[in-house]
């Protein structure tokens, strides 16, 4: 009997495989798939799988930048301990080599009773006199072994903090370690999947994640002028950097993730902000997004991994996600958490 199934074109049997492989490598990037998914090859659901690697690829950056944040605080008090380290035992040094020279004078001196050098000294009221001094001297030195025994105790102490923070700094490079490889496993599984779509089919790709979101959202009101001077520096900064690359744990000038040049950004108007965007969320007084102004810091999703600067007419100037260039979005393009006047 005949089949009237429609034979297979080989070109979309090699493509379905290709997806599948892709879409295999995204799931092993994101860990185990909840019960009932069934990894997609159709090119939309690759496209979602993207932004799903892109998210997680950006929250691992995060992560990884505030590693990388806290191991270098971590650096300086290490380096901080070892000094303290160094000093304390110098002056343990010392203290132990006056001590020495005033036990060695009393060795030679006490070989006679005082009782004894009384008697036989020639000028009683002179030999008064010196013992007076040699009690005061022993006075002087109890107080200088009293010294000696808390320095011994300080440079204890110091030794352990040292101890201490040369294991928490271990315990932090591994922490950076770690969250670079989830970085780079999410966006090398990410490129695989743009790279199993056609060219038609990535250029749709970039042309609805690129959309510059004009007219998108009406004009927020009284957002046409930066709360403060150094907001509109910031801004401007930030608008000096557009078209260039992201790039994941970057601070610029060449390159930025989406905190780092939130970052440099400020920096450029003289203000210090921590590196991690949800470090930054917290950098000022928070304001309602309909009352936002340029140079404002809009942080987005529930865990605060994104960040940018709010533009003005319902735009976002951001650096967005590996392979975009630093560009406006529309301001509602994720789920906002806050709005941050610095």
Request: hydrophobic content about 40%.
């Amino acid at each position: 009997m005949a089949s009237h199934r429609r034979p297979t074109h080989p070109g979309s049997t090699h493509r379905a495989a290709v997806l599948s492989a892709a879409a295999a490598t995204a799931a092993a990037a994101l860990g185990p798939a909840p019960a009932g998914a069934d990894p997609g090859d159709s090119p939309r659901e690759a496209r979602a799988a993207v932004d799903r690697l892109f998210t997680e690829a950006e929250r691992a950056t995060e992560r990884f930048n505030a590693a990388g944040e806290r191991v270098a605080r971590l650096r300086t008090s290490v380096a901080r301990a070892r000094d303290g380290v160094a000093r304390g035992q110098e002056r343990i040094n010392r203290m132990r080599q006056g001590l020495g020279a005033v036990a060695m004078a009393q060795y030679r001196s006490g070989s006679m009773d005082p009782t004894l050098d009384l008697l036989f000294s020639a000028d009683p009221d002179s030999y008064l006199a010196g013992a007076e001094m040699l009690e005061r001297i022993g006075e002087r030195q109890h107080f200088v072994l009293r010294d000696f025994q808390h320095a011994q105790r300080e440079l204890r102490q110091t030794r352990a903090e040292a101890v201490r923070d040369l294991a928490e700094l271990e315990r932090g490079r591994r922490d950076l370690a770690r969250h670079k490889r989830a970085v780079e496993r999410r966006l090398a599984a990410a490129r695989t999947l743009l790279n199993s779509l056609s060219a038609q089919e990535r250029a749709a790709y970039t042309r609805a994640s690129r959309d510059d979101g004009r007219g998108e959202l009406p004009d927020l009101p009284g957002n046409g002028v930066p709360a403060s001077a150094r907001a509109g520096v910031a801004l401007r900064a930030a608008q000096t950097a557009l078209g260039r690359p992201y790039v994941w744990g970057a601070t610029g000038p060449g390159g930025f993730d989406c905190s780092g040049l939130v970052q440099w950004s400020y920096a450029q108007a003289g203000v210090s902000l921590p590196r991690t965007s949800q470090a930054q969320r917290f950098a000022g007084r928070p304001v309602p997004l309909a009352q936002a102004r340029p140079g404002d810091l809009v942080t987005y999703r529930a865990d605060a991994s994104h960040i940018g600067l709010y533009a003005g007419n319902g735009r976002v100037l951001h650096a967005p996600y590996p392979g975009a260039a630093v560009r406006y979005d529309p301001v509602g393009m994720m789920p906002i958490t806050s709005v941050t006047r610095v």
